[in-house]
């Protein structure tokens, strides 16, 4: 329900009366009385603020004009200070470096003066020694003064003396004119020997040292070559007619290079080709030496050249290589032709041997691969021959001290293993025919083997011996072995149980040089 206006209006005038009597009415009253007074205030103040404004505004022009001079005076100052420090730093330098030299220089003059103290030490202890020595000298002086009046008479004997050795001296240098002279004189005959001494060396063919590694290599390669091509022809099977033909064996048989008591039986056992290849290989090999292993080929036949050259180094080696060397010079084309003539010989007298054993082909095919053995041979022998050494081929059976034999390589498979197997034969073997020559160098003595040198050995030939043995017809009278089948059986011994595997010639160990 709402008041009415005069009841609103009523109550707010009482609310006014309550209000007057009331003492915060009075308070705020007195309040209102003031602020006129306040404004007054109020404005004086602003005026006042105003005054103190304007005078900080002058305060503050007057502080930046004092804070201006200010800074300019300090970047004058600092500026200043700079140059001053910068010439302050310049000047302590300068100073700093004087005192580094006059401390370096003090130092000098200490070490000058601690040396030239120590030196006057030296030189005063030096003058006190000088004037021991000098006291000693004085000494000496006076007992010398003293000998030489004693040695006065030993001077005139001096001076005769002397006049004597100048009359000796004298006759020294007359003797030492003549000596003199006598020595240009051998000079000139010395100088006179020398030309003829080149002269003499100009006439020799050039020898050559230390080439014995070198030579036995490529004779071990001749030889090599030579049984491979042997044994390449020879283990084929013969023909039958050739087999029953004994005259188609004459050639072979009957060769002066081949020893009467080998056996060669006319079959195709493995012991006969054996054999028929030993027998070839000792042809060979003496058809080399006969007409390839000369000294020289000055002659085209045979000569006593070589062994009067054997005698000659058993004597004097040096002497044999002088001649040597003198052969080896002397017209080189006949020479060439003359080896070339030596190995045309072998090449025809060893084939011709067993012509009608083998077949043309068979035939043709030996001759060629002989003459390339034989040049091999020839220009292994040119080493050897060039040698300042002596050495010579022999095909001696002569047995030395701890130098055996190597046993020749050939094929003991088969029938011809059982075969030898089935003879008996004392315990031992020895060497039945060389095949290969041991070199022997020959210095002022007897030759003395090099090589081992290759054979073949009794056991080798037992096979063979045995069939021949048994193929004989038994004597007429008394129904044993002919005559010459006892020959063979005497030339065979048992089977080695060591026996080579091939057939180089190497250096024996007891004659290395």
Same mark, same amino acid.
């Given at each position: 329900?709402?008041?009415?206006?005069?009841?609103?209006?009523?109550?707010f005038?009482?609310?006014?009366?309550?209000?007057?009597?009331?003492?915060?009415?009075?308070?705020?009253?007195?309040?209102?009385?003031?602020?006129?007074?306040?404004?007054?205030?109020?404005?004086?103040?602003?005026?006042e603020?105003?005054?103190?404004?304007?005078?900080?505004?002058?305060?503050?022009?007057?502080?930046?004009?004092?804070?201006?001079?200010?800074?300019?005076?300090?970047? &004058?100052? =600092?500026?200043?200070f700079?140059? $001053? /420090? %910068? +010439?302050?730093s @310049?000047?302590? #330098?300068? !100073?700093?470096?004087?005192?580094?030299?006059?401390?370096?220089?003090?130092?000098?003059?200490?070490?000058?003066?601690?040396?030239l103290?120590?030196?006057?030490?030296?030189?005063?202890?030096?003058?006190?020694?000088?004037?021991?020595?000098?006291?000693?000298?004085?000494?000496?002086?006076?007992?010398?003064?003293?000998?030489?009046?004693?040695?006065?008479?030993?001077?005139? &004997?001096? =001076?005769?003396?002397?006049?004597? $050795? /100048? %009359? +000796?001296?004298? @006759?020294?240098? #007359?003797? !030492?004119?003549?000596?003199?002279?006598?020595?240009?004189?051998?000079?000139?005959?010395?100088?006179?020997?020398?030309?003829?001494?080149?002269?003499?060396?100009?006439f020799t063919?050039?020898?050559?040292?230390?080439?014995?590694?070198?030579?036995?290599?490529r004779?071990?390669?001749v030889?090599?070559?030579?049984?491979?091509?042997?044994?390449?022809?020879?283990?084929e099977?013969?023909?039958?007619?050739?087999l029953r033909d004994?005259? %188609?064996?004459?050639?072979?048989?009957? #060769?002066?290079?081949?020893?009467?008591?080998?056996?060669?039986?006319q079959?195709?056992?493995?012991?006969?080709?054996?054999?028929?290849?030993?027998?070839?290989?000792?042809?060979?090999?003496?058809?080399?030496?006969?007409?390839?292993?000369?000294?020289?080929?000055?002659?085209?036949?045979?000569?006593?050249?070589?062994?009067?050259?054997?005698?000659?180094?058993?004597?004097?080696?040096?002497?044999?290589?002088f001649?040597?060397?003198?052969?080896?010079s002397?017209?080189?084309?006949?020479?060439?032709?003359?080896?070339?003539?030596?190995?045309?010989?072998?090449?025809?007298?060893?084939?011709w041997?067993?012509?009608?054993?083998?077949s043309?082909?068979?035939?043709?095919?030996?001759?060629l691969?002989?003459?390339?053995?034989?040049?091999?041979?020839?220009?292994?022998?040119?080493?050897?021959?060039?040698?300042?050494?002596?050495?010579e081929?022999?095909?001696?059976?002569?047995?030395?001290?701890?130098?055996?034999?190597?046993?020749?390589?050939?094929?003991?498979?088969?029938?011809?293993?059982?075969?030898q197997?089935?003879?008996?034969?004392p315990?031992?073997?020895?060497a039945?025919?060389?095949?290969?020559?041991?070199?022997?160098?020959i210095?002022?003595?007897?030759?003395?083997?090099?090589?081992?040198?290759?054979?073949?050995?009794?056991?080798?030939?037992i096979?063979?011996?045995?069939?021949?043995?048994r193929?004989?017809?038994?004597?007429?009278?008394?129904?044993r072995?002919?005559?010459r089948?006892?020959?063979?059986?005497?030339?065979?011994?048992?089977?080695?149980s060591?026996?080579?595997?091939?057939?180089?010639?190497?250096?024996?160990?007891?004659?290395?040089?």
């Amino acid at each position: 329900m709402s008041a009415s206006p005069t009841q609103v209006l009523e109550a707010f005038v009482t609310n006014i009366r309550s209000l007057a009597s009331n003492d915060n009415y009075k308070a705020i009253a007195g309040a209102f009385d003031k602020i006129p007074q306040l404004n007054a205030e109020i404005s004086s103040k602003d005026t006042e603020i105003d005054s103190l404004k304007a005078e900080i505004t002058s305060l503050k022009a007057t502080h930046k004009n004092h804070v201006q001079e200010n800074l300019e005076t300090y970047c &004058k100052q =600092r500026d200043d200070f700079k140059k $001053e /420090k %910068a +010439q302050l730093s @310049k000047k302590i #330098s300068t !100073l700093e470096a004087d005192i580094q030299e006059k401390v370096v220089t003090t130092t000098e003059h200490h070490q000058t003066e601690d040396l030239l103290r120590r030196q006057l030490d030296l030189a005063n202890k030096s003058l006190d020694e000088e004037k021991k020595t000098m006291m000693n000298a004085n000494a000496a002086i006076t007992k010398l003064q003293q000998s030489m009046k004693g040695k006065d008479t030993g001077i005139d &004997k001096l =001076r005769e003396g002397l006049h004597n $050795e /100048k %009359a +000796q001296v004298s @006759k020294f240098q #007359s003797q !030492l004119q003549e000596t003199l002279k006598e020595k240009t004189s051998l000079e000139h005959e010395l100088q006179s020997s020398t030309t003829r001494l080149r002269e003499i060396e100009g006439f020799t063919a050039k020898l050559h040292e230390g080439d014995e590694a070198v030579w036995i290599g490529r004779l071990d390669e001749v030889w090599e070559s030579a049984h491979r091509l042997v044994d390449s022809i020879f283990k084929e099977d013969l023909t039958e007619k050739c087999l029953r033909d004994t005259s %188609a064996w004459k050639n072979l048989r009957d #060769s002066p290079h081949l020893d009467r008591g080998l056996p060669l039986p006319q079959s195709n056992s493995p012991a006969a080709k054996n054999m028929r290849i030993a027998a070839i290989l000792a042809i060979l090999a003496r058809c080399i030496d006969l007409h390839v292993f000369q000294p020289s080929h000055l002659l085209d036949e045979e000569d006593e050249i070589r062994p009067l050259l054997v005698r000659q180094a058993m004597a004097n080696s040096k002497k044999e290589s002088f001649c040597r060397a003198v052969l080896l010079s002397m017209f080189s084309e006949d020479q060439a032709r003359n080896a070339a003539k030596g190995i045309e010989r072998v090449v025809r007298e060893v084939p011709w041997c067993v012509r009608n054993l083998l077949s043309d082909a068979q035939y043709d095919s030996f001759r060629l691969g002989l003459e390339h053995v034989v040049k091999q041979a020839y220009h292994a022998w040119q080493l050897i021959q060039s040698a300042t050494e002596k050495f010579e081929p022999l095909f001696k059976l002569k047995h030395f001290e701890g130098i055996e034999w190597q046993m020749l390589s050939l094929d003991e498979d088969g029938a011809g293993a059982k075969e030898q197997s089935m003879v008996q034969t004392p315990e031992g073997d020895e060497a039945l025919l060389v095949i290969f020559p041991r070199i022997y160098i020959i210095e002022d003595n007897e030759p003395e083997p090099i090589t081992h040198g290759v054979a073949l050995m009794k056991s080798q030939s037992i096979a063979a011996a045995a069939e021949i043995e048994r193929r004989s017809p038994p004597s007429p009278t008394t129904g044993r072995p002919g005559p010459r089948s006892r020959a063979i059986r005497s030339r065979t011994l048992s089977i080695s149980s060591n026996g080579g595997n091939d057939f180089l010639s190497k250096r024996t160990p007891s004659a290395a040089h």
